[in-house]
C-alpha cells in the first residue's frame, strides 16, 4: 500500500541510451512532480503535473519528458542519456491545493556510465 | 521568485545535545507555506511539518520543535536531546504562487545533521 511508488530503484545504463522510470500514486492526488537530486543533494524541481497538464517546466532539457497516462502516474522517459544526468531522481505528488504537503517515492538513483 | 536559504551545510553533535537547523525564507506572497523535510541515510524523504505563513505559533511534537518568525523570514527546527537516528538530510521547503495556477515547492540545499553516539 506504498503512496508513492517508482520504478526501477537502481538504474544503471550507457551514455546514448534512452530510458524511462515510472511513477504511481494510490493517494488520490492530482499534482504529480518530478524532483533531480544531484551529488550535493541539492532538490530541483523538474516538472510539475496538474490534471494532465504540464503546468511547471524549469529549464530542463528536452531529452527530458514526462508521460502521464492518467492522473495516477507520472513516468519520466529520458532520451540520449548523458553522464551529468546521473543523480537520485524523485517523483512526489500533493494535492493542488497549496497549503499540502508533498509525498514523495522512495527515488531512482541513476548512473550513467 | 521564492528561495529558501539553510545556511548551515553541516552539523555534528554528541548525543543528547540540542541542536537547532536553521532556515531563512524569501517570497513576495503575502500567503505562503513552509515544510521540513528529513532525508535519513537509506535515502527516501519524510515529511515532518507543516506550516502556514498566517499562523506563527510554534510547534512541539516530541523533541521536535518549530520555530516560525515572520519578523525575520525564518522557520528554524530544534532537536532536543538528540539521538543517533537523528541523524540525516533535513530540508526546509517553502509553497507559494508560482503562476499559472501552480504553487512550487523550493527547496533549501539541506543540511546534515551527525549525531554522534
Known amino acids: 500500500d506504498t503512496a508513492v511508488s517508482q520504478t526501477p530503484k537502481y538504474l544503471v545504463t550507457q551514455m546514448g541510451n534512452d530510458k524511462s522510470i515510472k511513477c504511481e500514486q494510490n493517494?488520490?492526488?492530482?499534482?504529480m512532480y518530478w524532483y533531480k537530486q544531484d551529488s550535493k543533494k541539492f532538490l530541483k524541481i523538474m516538472f510539475s503535473?496538474?490534471?494532465?497538464?504540464?503546468?511547471i517546466n524549469e529549464t530542463v532539457p528536452n531529452r527530458f519528458s514526462p508521460k502521464s497516462p492518467d492522473k495516477a502516474h507520472l513516468n519520466l522517459h529520458i532520451n540520449s542519456l548523458e553522464l551529468g544526468d546521473s543523480a537520485v531522481y524523485f517523483c512526489?505528488?500533493?494535492?493542488?491545493?497549496?497549503?499540502?504537503?508533498?509525498?514523495f517515492g522512495q527515488g531512482t538513483r541513476l548512473t550513467v556510465v | 521568485a521564492q528561495k529558501v536559504t539553510q545556511a548551515q551545510t553541516e552539523i555534528s553533535v554528541v548525543e543528547k545535545e540540542d541542536v537547532t537547523l536553521d532556515c531563512v525564507y524569501e517570497?513576495?506572497?503575502?500567503?505562503?507555506?513552509l515544510f521540513w523535510y528529513k532525508q535519513p541515510p537509506s535515502g527516501e524523504l519524510v515529511f515532518l511539518i507543516r506550516?502556514?505563513?498566517?499562523?506563527?505559533q510554534n510547534e512541539i511534537s516530541g523533541r521536535y520543535s518549530w520555530n516560525f518568525q515572520k519578523s525575520t523570514s525564518s522557520f528554524n527546527f530544534t532537536i532536543t536531546a538528540s539521538q543517533v537516528v537523528d541523524s540525516a538530510v533535513y530540508f526546509c521547503?517553502?509553497?507559494?504562487?508560482?503562476?499559472?495556477?501552480?504553487?512550487?515547492?523550493?527547496f533549501g540545499k539541506g543540511t546534515k545533521l551527525s549525531v554522534i553516539p
Open positions: 521547503a517553502l509553497r507559494g504562487y508560482s503562476g499559472a495556477g501552480s504553487y512550487q515547492l523550493t
Open positions: 512526489a505528488s500533493s494535492h493542488g491545493t497549496p497549503n499540502t504537503e508533498a509525498f
Open positions: 517570497t513576495r506572497d503575502t500567503t505562503y507555506y
Open positions: 506550516r502556514n505563513s498566517f499562523d506563527e
Open positions: 503535473y496538474n490534471n494532465k497538464e504540464l503546468i
Open positions: 493517494l488520490g492526488h492530482d499534482t
